[in-house]
């Protein structure tokens, strides 16, 4: 895996996802703000944690930038996941599923625990996480492979990316690597508590720096201050060339120079949110790596956001993406 040259590279928190089925009770009692990412302690997860000691979870791994990177490369996408873990037990959980799916690996390990993701599960489909980081905080402009990156079609992250100094500083470097490199720059911008803390660092991003954004409504709220999802589309539009825009049950959005398309979503039963968002971005992803034009690209990505949450947990089995593989992308064409 190491000698590949990637197709997308990404940089990502590589998290451990513990998964625990929870109600809307259990997150008052928590004071959980419903459907957002908390970053908390190991303190503070660990009191999360015990209060649903009688609950068995499910544990796998995760974070939004390599769950997109591990569905990528499982749907035959050459792809990278850049990112830092620890000489712990979940760290070789981690190096184990990236094998497993044949992804490239770009992570590394380092002296601290592996990031977790405590994620209640409520019975309307959403997800509200508890974050640790750990060693994904440390991750450096030194933690990069320049020569991988700079031969790389795409590259990809997301707003997750703004912990912590360190991890921003990395982010602005490949931007610059990228950019040198007529190396497309797709950014997802990730989670609503994660722009009100970055807006003004988001818009100027993305006016300056990308080629492709990803979002959802309720960000696109935040970042252009109306709840009128057309409106802050139109101005999004303003800023960057193209665009997939999240709807929920209404659908999804498609910005293309300029021009809009609504695609509609399928009458599915959705039973878990969580991973939406990345395997959105990895069938869109995967579909524009194979040659796909931009608005059938978020068909494929709408597709595998609708399936994934009528499953439990942020990850298709293997099996299962390997049949997207040998069969979505030629219905597609």
Not at 67 to 82: K, R, S
Not at 149 to 160: A, H, K, Q, V
Not at 289 to 312: C, N, W, Y
Not at 315 to 321: A, E, G, M, N, R
Request: with cysteine; proline share 3%.
């Amino acid at each position: 895996m190491k000698s590949m040259t990637p197709i997308i590279y990404g940089i990502g928190n590589p998290l451990i996802d513990v998964v625990i089925k929870a109600n809307d009770d259990d997150l008052k009692n928590l004071g959980l703000d419903k459907g957002i990412m908390h970053l908390v302690d190991e303190s503070r997860q660990k009191e999360i944690f015990n209060y649903f000691q009688d609950i068995n979870p499910i544990y796998s791994p995760g974070g939004s930038a390599p769950n997109t990177l591990l569905a990528c490369a499982a749907l035959g996408v050459p792809a990278l996941i850049a990112g830092k873990i620890g000489h712990d037990q979940f760290g070789e959980t981690y190096i184990h599923q990236a094998e497993k799916f044949g992804v490239i690996s770009g992570l590394i390990q380092g002296e601290g625990p592996t990031g977790s993701s405590l994620i209640l599960v409520t019975p309307d489909g959403e997800r509200t996480m508890n974050t640790h980081l750990g060693m994904c905080r440390t991750f450096s402009v030194d933690d990069i492979e320049t020569k991988k990156l700079s031969e790389s079609n795409f590259f990809y992250f997301t707003g997750y990316m703004w912990d912590t100094e360190s991890q921003k500083s990395a982010i602005k470097f490949a931007i610059e690597i990228a950019q040198n490199n007529n190396t497309k720059i797709v950014f997802d911008v990730a989670d609503p508590f994660v722009v009100k803390r970055n807006k003004e660092e988001f818009l100027e991003m993305i006016t300056h720096d990308v080629d492709v954004v990803f979002a959802n409504q309720s960000e696109l709220s935040i970042l252009f201050d109306t709840e009128d999802y057309q409106l802050s589309a139109d101005q999004l539009g303003q800023l960057v060339s193209k665009a997939g825009i999240k709807l929920g049950k209404k659908g999804s959005l498609i910005i293309d120079h300029g021009k809009q398309s609504l695609l509609k979503p399928r009458p599915i039963i959705a039973s878990d949110s969580t991973g939406a968002g990345d395997m959105y971005a990895a069938g869109f992803l995967s579909a524009l790596s194979k040659g796909f034009d931009f608005k059938q690209s978020g068909h494929i990505g709408a597709f595998l956001a609708e399936e994934i949450i009528q499953e439990t947990g942020a990850q298709f089995k293997l099996d299962k993406i390997n049949q997207f593989q040998s069969s979505l992308f030629q219905l597609n064409r």
